[in-house]
């Protein structure tokens, strides 16, 4: 460890976005009791999930994933709020990071192009610093070594989808994400990146968005988190 870690340490005690404990020496992001009990979504099929059935009937997504339970009763809904609101884009890709470690395993990263993060409107992004499903792609690249591309754009500064719920969170979705998909990267295989899926409505309106675009690309989505 070096000086400047040493003297930064001192000064910002480094605590666990979970529960708030100071984090001990080696305890990389979480305290060692928080990391074992990370809440995982164990996907047992790519092509066959709850996931998947979500968004079959907005747009044709091949294959799912994602890593963790949302919930947001628990305290790991911290490592949500802390990407989101707290400015923690460090988080981001280190939980991006491990998320494509377990899909690695999985076999989901066989024949992927790139990661395509859902975006922010610009007033969101710029308030942020950041988009956090950016963040997360760029952790999982730091893994698979694909590039991420930002091909979706949002394009109408609507109501927050975190505070809607069912029917009109799906309307709200509708129309707000348009894409282009320029020729160095049609046809091929994209996986589109966000932080939390509930209803499957930005995701499925993500994947309808880039296949106008290019119907000739293969979609899968990668959510962080699925509250299902
Ligand atoms: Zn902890």
Redesign the pocket.
């Known amino acids: 460890m070096s000086l400047l870690t040493d003297l930064k340490e001192l000064l910002l005690p480094r605590t666990?976005p979970?529960?708030g404990?100071l984090l001990m020496a080696g305890e990389d992001v979480?305290?060692a009791?928080?990391a074992i009990g990370l809440p995982r979504y164990r996907i047992m099929d790519i092509n066959d999930n709850p996931l998947l059935r979500m968004v079959w009937d907005k747009a044709d997504v091949r294959q799912a994933t994602t890593f963790l339970s949302y919930n947001h009763h628990s305290p790991y809904h911290n490592l949500i709020i802390g990407i989101k609101f707290h400015g923690k884009s460090d988080l981001a890709a280190k939980l991006g990071k491990w998320a494509a470690l377990e899909a690695e395993r999985q076999g989901f990263w066989e024949g992927v192009d790139a990661l395509v993060p859902v975006p922010l409107t610009r007033w969101r992004r710029w308030k942020r610093g950041y988009n956090q499903a950016e963040m997360l792609a760029r952790g999982m690249s730091e893994v698979t070594g694909l590039p991420v591309v930002n091909l979706i754009r949002r394009t109408k500064n609507r109501k927050p989808q975190s505070r809607l719920k069912g029917e009109a969170r799906r309307k709200n979705a509708e129309g707000i994400y348009q894409a282009s998909v320029p020729d160095e990267w049609r046809g091929k295989h994209l996986v589109i990146v966000d932080d939390v899926m509930t209803t499957g409505a930005t995701l499925g309106s993500c994947a309808l968005a880039l296949h106008c675009a290019d119907e000739t690309a293969t979609i899968c989505i990668f959510p962080l988190t699925y509250a299902g």
Request: hydrophobic content about 40%; proline content about 0%.
């Open positions: 666990c979970v529960c404990k979480l305290c009791f928080c």
